[in-house]
T-cell receptor, first 112, second 114 residues
Framework: QKEVEQNSGPLSVPEGAIASLNCTYS??????FFWYRQYSGKSPELIMS????GDKEDGRFTAQLNKASQYVSLLIRDSQPSDSATYLC????????????FGGGTRLMVKP | DTEVTQTPKHLVMGMTNKKSLKCEQH?????MYWYKQKAKKPPELMFV???????INESVPSRFSPECPNSSLLNLHLHALQPEDSALYLC?????????????FGQGTRLTVV
């Protein structure tokens, strides 16, 4: 059973702070990793992808991957109330095509 | 442009009805997907089409029948559904079928079975 685990939250941070979202996965052979943002009642929106160990930055978002620890994280700098959403970590095993396995999601609340 | 369009946005159907969900993308993507998402749960993969051929069926009951008429269109035919099939049905597409391709989701069809 390939699993992706996230703390369900809610994670509450004040406006302007850094939000740190974490994800662990069980399949050591996983090769690609994605973060999606999902507002209530809406569909998932891709915000970051990462494939190799280290950090990847895109605007206020930084994804971090550590394959040895089977850990991927998302940092959101200067958090805004509009960032309040559920963040889904998705992992692709890489040996059977594009089959995303999602974590349960972390609900982020950014308070003004 | 990363737009995947799904119709209808909302659908209410009886357990004896037959209905279809439609998905369309014009990004030249060659892989398309159906996911199912229950309330407060993550999306779960149902089907994968790669180059218009069904490549993955995640043990989905036969009352769900996918169809890919061409590289831009993906349908999900529904028949004899149960109330527990009520969920948000999400279509996604990616440039290719391998694992490095980013998948983009449509807005979903919220299905209620009565």
């Amino acid at each position: 059973q390939k699993e992706v685990e996230q703390n369900s939250g809610p994670l509450s941070v004040p406006e302007g702070a850094i939000a740190s979202l974490n994800c662990t996965y069980s399949d050591r052979g996983s090769q690609s990793f994605f973060w999606y943002r999902q507002y209530s009642g809406k569909s998932p929106e891709l915000i970051m992808s990462i494939y190799s160990n280290g950090d990847k930055e895109d605007g206020r978002f930084t994804a971090q991957l550590n394959k040895a620890s089977q850990y991927v994280s998302l940092l959101i700098r200067d958090s805004q109330p509009s960032d309040s959403a559920t963040y889904l970590c998705a992992v692709n095993p890489g040996n059977a095509g594009n089959m995303l396995t999602f974590g349960g999601g972390t609900r982020l609340m950014v308070k003004p | 442009d990363t737009e995947v369009t799904q119709t209808p946005k909302h659908l209410v159907m009886g357990m004896t009805n037959k209905k279809s969900l439609k998905c369309e993308q014009h990004m030249g993507h060659r892989a398309m997907y159906w996911y199912k998402q229950k309330a407060k749960k993550p999306p779960e993969l149902m089907f994968v089409y790669s180059y218009e051929k069904l490549s993955i069926n995640e043990s989905v009951p036969s009352r769900f029948s996918p169809e890919c008429p061409n590289s831009s269109l993906l349908n999900l035919h529904l028949h004899a559904l149960q109330p527990e099939d009520s969920a948000l049905y999400l279509c996604a597409s990616s440039q290719g079928p391998d694992s490095y391709n980013q998948a983009f989701f449509g807005q979903g069809t919220r299905l209620t079975v009565v």
